[in-house]
Nanobody, 119 residues
Framework: QVQLVESGGGLVQPGGSLRLSCAASGSIVSIYLMGWYRQAPGKQRELVAT???????NYADSVKGRFTISRDNAKNTVYLQMSSLKPEDTAVYYC?????????????WGQGTQVTVSS
């Protein structure tokens, strides 16, 4: 089995910062693409950022310049550093990882962590 566990969510004021973490554990051979997604009430889940094993990153236009995705391959962990937070960033944030096990690669999701940006 493979598990992804997010942490670091919470309540923050507009303009503040927050750092999310997601650690993968279980029977893992390799982790390839990792990313963060978010979903606000009544809206579709959307991609926030992705990062390859080699460190190449991709961001949604709405978070460029404010969010930074990174990963520690030795710890099987992906991070999302969020700065200059806006109320519209409020959502449940989910991590995702393409993981190889049993000679197969498939996507896994964490349970999500709530981020609320409000005064």
């Amino acid at each position: 089995q493979v598990q992804l566990v997010e942490s670091g969510g919470g309540l923050v004021q507009p303009g503040g910062s927050l750092r999310l973490s997601c650690a993968a554990s279980g029977s893992i051979v390799s982790i390839y693409l990792m990313g963060w997604y978010r979903q606000a009430p009544g809206k579709q889940r959307e991609l926030v950022a992705t990062i390859t094993r080699g460190g190449n990153t991709n961001y949604a236009d709405s978070v460029k310049g404010r969010f930074t995705i990174s990963r520690d391959n030795a710890k099987n962990t992906v991070y999302l550093q969020m700065s200059s937070l806006k109320p519209e960033d409020t959502a449940v944030y989910y991590c995702n990882a393409d993981i190889e096990r049993l000679s197969l690669i498939k996507g896994y999701w964490g349970q999500g962590t709530q981020v609320t940006v409000s005064s």
